[in-house]
Every structure is written in structure tokens, then in C-alpha cells.
């Protein structure tokens, strides 16, 4: 049917209308889609531009290099060199047990230590790298590079680990570093340390001496890295790095040539020596033998290794000259005697009468002379080392002013050194008894106190700190950091509160010790002109002499099993009429000090103070034949291994 112009005017209208609607819808659709992208690539850009980094871009950590640590000369003594090793990323890996799986092609790990890095890689982030394997030779390191490609997730890498050049001879001060564990971060000294360098895996800290003490200075500060990975977390490109601050190096006071004597002086022995100047304090060495190697701790030491060090009965581990507590002995006389000049209740030429013990009530403390000293005053009970002199004058002083004495002196104290283990020892008082024994304060204890045994315990550390004190009248403080980076000057120390007289007095005492026909020490005496040595001799029981043992005789030392003979000691100070160097040796176990001791001591004391082995001139005459094979035989370093290291300040 023909359709009207009515019909036809209608549908166009219609058809119109449909086209403006539709029109506009398509045109609104596209003003929003419009804005909706310039809002996603103009204002949301950087946003998406990170999402877009993130899939293909990481930021790393970079372990700052370790600071060095020297001897007061520049000889370095905590070194820092190539480590090869490798490392994995969990998020990267994909499956984490192929990936192992063809490690294992390249580098042979131990079932166990492969379970251990399981462990690890599971325990951690994601995003953590973790270290496989490391001390990697090159040829494992080149063969892991090249096999890269198949091994999503792995890392090879050249880091940087501990070295200690002179091993055992720094042991005890330096310490070593291992890897952080969890009790450091949990209950250790590093329970409230934030630094995010403590969560890569198997960073090195330090675990003992120096390197614990020091940590926070020796660490230094973190590094960043970008690097861009592919899809396969295959490492494409390092895209920029931001270096970190290495850590500061520290200078010590000790001399490694002096600390190398030492070590070899004290030989096979359970034993400890301490050398300190008595100007400044510093400590020129500081020693304990028998000594192990540290860089075994830091490559992984093996368990047989590590049972030996324990189940060695002369401990080896301990740190004896700032960890061992001995009762002084005969050395804690000097203590006794300037309490009692200081008290006024003896003068110098006063004289008491030994018989070879001393009643009190219906026991007898006796003298180690059986048949007694007869007549002694102060120097002459010194040089003799009378013990009923000493006894007399400890009931009168009694045991608050000699304890008081004794920590003007420097024991009962702990010093404030960067070494682990530094202990306090024990300088008693009537209150500390009742405190710690729940008992009260008797006339016998301050008897065995005035000639260092009973409740008394010291360190050598302090032994030495007392000499010191002794032969310079100063305040003299132990240092053993010299400096951090820059060179750092000991204040000089203070006066000591004592009467110089009555200091000047135990001096002629412990001359006549070393230098008189009747003194304990005569046998290590020097004959050098301008370098004679004074000192104190001292033998710590470590058992109890019943009365039948005394009727019959006393057993020597050399008839009794090793751990239950005395322990020798021996503190003194060079030259004696203008000292610099104070040295004590404890020998654990030695028997008497004046043999066991006095003689390391001596040797020691004429190493230091002529530089290098001592001529033979300064022994006595019928010793020097001893003395040439000893010093033939003593396996000393080659000086060419003292190598001077450079600071990076």
C-alpha cells in the first residue's frame, strides 16, 4: 500500500529522534571513556608506573664492607676478603625445590646443609635472598654463572667475608664474627636492633670480643641496589646502586710482635699474661693461653673441632686474663700493708714476730714457712712474703679498710674494656657475707683476706691494673681501643688518694721481692743496668691441707694431679726506678709463683721493653745458657707477617 506524506513526515521524525538518542549514548559513552583515560594515564600514571617497576624491577640490600681492625702500629689484625657465593629468592625461583634440584648438578651441598637452606628459605620473606652456598671456588662461581639461565631465582655474587691474619694470637681480643641467628636477635646483645642488614641471612656479626663489642661501629650502614629481572626472576640489568657507609676501622693499643711473644711464652701452659703501661693504661698485650683460630668460627667450624675446644681441660675458649677470677695470693700483700699505712695502726719499721703460724682461738693459720720468719718488718715481710705478718696486720686494719684499699687499687672493679666476659672478681665486705653466705663476718676470714685468699678473687687484668697503680701512684685506667678512625689521647690519669711514702714503701718491698738475697723472686731477677724489675710473687690454694697432711708434710705440688696443684702468679713492674710497664702472669695450676710465673714474666717484661729479643747480658750470669736454647726455640712469627694495613679514613 502507497504510504501518505503524513506517513512518511512520521517515520522521519521517528527515525531522527532514535538517531539523537543513539548518538547521544554513543557520544556520552565516549566523553566517559575519554576521561576515564585520561584519569588512568594522566593522574593515576605514576601510580601504575610503580605497579609496572614493581613486576620487573628489585631493590636490594648491599652488606657495607666490615671495618678493619689494627694493632697500635698499623698491622691489621681483622681483615676483610673475597667471598664467592650464591644466593636465592623464593618469589623468583617459582618452584623452589627444582631450582635446588639443579643446583645440585652444578655445586654438591651436604643433605644436611641442603635441609638447613630449605629451612631458611621457608622461614624467611618471599623477597629475601637467602645464601645457598658460599667460599665458593671460581670454577663452582663461573659454572653457575653460565648455567644462569636455568636457574630462575639464583644468584651469584661476589660478597665479602672475615679474615684474621694471626689467628690464634688475637683470639681472646678480637674475637670473631658468624652468622647472625636468632638468639642474637631475640635474647642476644642484638635483641633491640632494628637494622634491616641483621635479616639477611647469614650476615656476619661479631660474636665474641672486639667484633661483638664494637659491632654497631664496625657494621657500618647498608647499601641499595634496583636491578631488573625478567619474568623468570633472572637478574637482566643492574639499573642503579646507592653505595652505604663502610664501617669505621678501630685501632688498638696492643703490639702484635709483643702479643706474639707472649702467646708463645706462655707455651702448653693454662695460663695468662698482661701488659700495661703504666702512664696511659694502654695494653700492649693481652693474652690467654692455649689459644684457637678464630677464622675456624667464621668458616663454619666442624663439630670435632668444636667438641675439642670443650672438652679441653684448659679451656681454651676462656678469655683467663679478663674472665679468670684466682684468689691472689702472696700478690694481694701489697693490698694488706697500704691499709694498714694508710690506718695508721702499723709504721713501716715496725716489727712482728713469726713463728710460722698465728693462734686464734684453737686454730692456728700458718705461715708457708714451717718453722717460721722470726722478726719481719714491712719491707723484709714483703721480700719474704711472711704470711703470720700479714696476718697480724689484716685483724688490725680489719676487712672493710682493706677492701676499701683494694678497690682504690683497681680490684674488686670491672673495667671497662670491648672484650667479652670481663669480670669483676670479689673484694669481700661483712654486709656482702651476710647478703650472699647468710652468715656472719668472722676474725678467720680477714686473716685469709690480708694475704688474698678466703672470699678474695681477682682477674690478671686487675692484677695488673694494680701494679700500675702501685708503681705509678696514679689512677691508671686499662685502654685497649686507641682510637676510631681519628687518634684519640689518654687523658692523663689522676693521682691515687694513697700517701706517696707509703707507696714508695712497697715499692723498696717488691725491688727486695725480685732483687734481694732472700727474696721469693730472686731467681728471675734482672741484671741489666737501668732495667731491674720489681715484683711480688704469689701461690693460690685450690685445696684445703688438713692437719694430718700438715704433721707429715705438706704434699708438693709436683706429687699431686695437674688440677689440683696452686695456682702461681706473679705481678711486677720495669725498670723499677722509673717504671712504664706493669706485666702479671697466672699460670693455673703452675704451683709456686716464684717458679712458674716470675720467670714468664721477666721474659716477657725484657721483650717489651728492649723491643725484640733481649740480650743475654740481661740475665743473670748461670741463666744465659737456658736462656740462648729457649730463645732459639721459641717458635716466634716471622716478622714479615706483622703486615701493615692501611685505614680507608
Known sequence: MKRTPKDTEASARVVSRRGLILGGGMAAFSAVLTARMRYMQVEQADQFRLLADENRINIRLVPPSRGLIFDRAGVILADNEQNYRVVLVREDAGNVEDVLARLQKIIKLPEEELEKVKEEIDRRSPFVPVTVADRLSWKAFSEIAVNAPALPGVTPEVGQSRIYPLDEDFAHIVGYVGPVSDYDLTEGYLADDDDPLLQIPKFQVGKTGVEAKREHDLRGQAGTRRIEVNAQGRVMRELDRVEGRSGQDIRLTVDSALQNYLQVRLGDES??????????????????????????????????????????????????????????????????????????????????????????????????????????????????SCDVYFYDIAERVGIEKITAMARKLGLGIRHDLPVSAVVGGLTPTKAWKRENRDADWLIGDTLNAGIGQGFVLTSPLQLAVMTARIASGRQVEPRLVRSIEAQDEAPAPPPLDINPAHLQFIREGMYSVVNSGSGTARGSRVVAEGLRMAGKTGTSQVRNITAAERARGVTRNEDLPWERRDHALFVSYAPADAPKLACSVVVEHGGGGSLAAAPIARDILLQALYGGTPPLEAYPTSQRGTIRTRQKDLPLRDPSSFTEGRSRA
Open 271 to 384: 695460663a695468662s699474661a698482661v701488659v700495661m703501661n703504666v702512664e696511659t693504661g694502654d695494653l700492649l698485650a693481652i693474652g690467654s693461653a692455649p689459644s684457637f683460630d678464630p677464622n675456624k668460627f667464621v668458616r663454619g667450624i666442624s663439630v670435632a673441632d668444636y667438641r675439642a675446644l670443650l672438652e679441653d681441660d684448659h679451656r681454651p675458649l676462656a678469655n683467663k686474663s679478663v674472665q679468670g677470677a684466682y684468689p691472689p695470693g702472696s700478690t694481694f700483700k701489697m693490698v694488706t700493708a697500704l691499709a694498714a699505712l694508710e690506718d695508721g695502726v702499723i709504721e713501716p719499721d715496725e716489727e712482728v714476730y713469726c713463728p710460722g703460724y698465728k693462734e686464734l682461738g684453737r686454730r692456728r693459720f700458718h705461715c708457708w714457712k714451717r718453722w717460721g720468719h722470726g722478726d719481719l718488718a714491712l719491707v723484709n715481710a714483703l721480700e719474704q
